[in-house]
């Protein structure tokens, strides 16, 4: 059974860091590519970042490009995103989600077929 819990949300001043982690189970992170996605009150899920199972290849939104980094760590089997400069529109529940994506299909949630349970990311004076 695979299982992906996400831990490292929390209440941070804008400008601050937080690094979000996905602990995997049940499938090598590896062989699988992740995306990180967010859904803020009364919106939509949206994309945030995705790093092909190859380690090859990430893309980000353009709303978070330069500020956050996807990555992963093989021997934990643990994807991350570290978050900086963080705005309070990025305040939002943040969600990773594993799937046989391929680079075309990165940003689509649908191409997922796990999902964790989500953290709660605000940002706030």
């Known amino acids: 059974q695979v299982q992906l819990v996400e831990s490292g949300g929390g209440l941070v001043q804008p400008g601050g860091s937080l690094r979000l982690s996905c602990a995997v189970s049940?499938?090598?992170?590896?062989?699988?590519?992740m995306g990180w996605f967010r859904q803020a009150p009364g919106k939509e899920r949206e994309f945030v970042a995705a790093?092909?199972?190859?380690?090859?290849?990430?893309a980000y939104a353009d709303s978070v490009k330069g500020r956050f980094t996807i990555s992963r760590d093989n021997a934990k089997n643990t994807g991350y995103l570290q978050m900086n400069s963080l705005k309070p529109e990025d305040t939002a529940v943040y969600y990773c989600?594993?799937?046989?994506?391929?680079?075309?299909?990165?940003?689509?949630?649908?191409?997922?077929?796990?999902w964790g349970q989500g953290t709660q990311v605000t940002v706030s004076s």
């Open positions: 989600a594993t799937g046989s994506t391929i680079v075309s299909t990165m940003k689509t949630s649908s191409a997922y077929n796990y």
């Open positions: 790093i092909h199972w190859s380690g090859g290849s990430t």
């Open positions: 049940g499938r090598a992170v590896n062989r699988f590519g």
